[in-house]
């Protein structure tokens, strides 16, 4: 047998069926829309959706973060970083309140306590005034003063912040300086109730500590 007989022949490709032609003619204008490209502009709208999104989400945070502006100039930045950082903070009385000193640095809503002390919207700016909250305690009879005591002994990053509070008014100062403002009417209720709650939860403790 030659060689010219062993070789096998390659088939000819199937020829095109009416069928297949006609399918690819029916969807050609699917590819060749020119609606279907996604040119510069569309690049453009998706660059111009995600800058949208970054914007709002950067402004939401922004809502929601503490603003700290008045309230620094009313404390002093040293006071703001106690209340912020401070990792041992007691309830203390003072004129008006009957209940033993309480130890907060546990406590679950510490958190919302120091974001109530300091956001300045939580203010009404425009009755600031010099005179010290011990000082208003003192002249009145209808009260109900406590302090705040933030210290750090474990890092020693500060001294020791006290924050005097008058809870039927929502008057609220330093303990050292005189000055003196009112949290809004939104905040005063709540930190009546917060504060209120640690006095009495020291209570039933001390009730039954035997």
């Keep these: 047998m030659s060689?010219?007989?062993?070789?096998?022949p390659v088939p000819d490709p199937p020829a095109e069926t009416p069928l297949a032609a006609e399918t690819l003619n029916e969807h050609a204008d699917k590819y060749d829309d020119p609606r279907a490209k996604f040119g510069a502009k569309g690049w453009l709208a998706v660059v111009a959706i995600a800058i949208g999104a970054t914007i709002f989400a950067l402004a939401s945070v922004a809502a929601r973060r503490t603003q700290l502006g008045e309230t620094t100039r009313f404390y002093g930045p040293e006071v703001i970083q106690a209340i912020q950082?401070?990792?041992?903070v007691m309830l203390v009385p003072q004129k008006g309140s009957d209940?033993?000193?309480?130890?907060?640095?546990a406590f679950?809503?510490?958190?919302?306590?120091?974001k109530a002390l300091l956001d300045e919207g939580h203010y009404e700016w425009e009755t600031e005034t010099s005179?010290?909250?011990?000082?208003f305690c003192d002249g009145e009879d209808d009260v109900k003063c406590v302090r705040l005591e933030f210290s750090d002994p474990s890092l020693n990053r500060f001294e020791t912040a006290r924050i005097d509070i008058e809870l039927n008014r929502g008057i609220v100062g330093l303990a050292d300086k005189a000055s003196q403002v009112k949290v809004n009417d939104r905040v005063r209720p709540a930190l009546q109730h917060q504060i209120g709650l640690l006095m009495r939860v020291k209570q039933k403790r001390y009730d039954r500590r035997d």
Excluded at 3 to 8: F, K, N, Q, Y
Excluded at 108 to 114: A, E, I, N, S
Excluded at 131 to 135: H, R, T
């Design 3 to 8: 060689a010219e007989s062993e070789v096998t």
């Design 85 to 88: 950082l401070g990792d041992h």
């Design 99 to 105: 209940f033993e000193t309480v130890e907060l640095t």
């Design 108 to 114: 679950p809503g510490l958190g919302h306590l120091r």
């Design 131 to 135: 005179e010290s909250v011990a000082e």
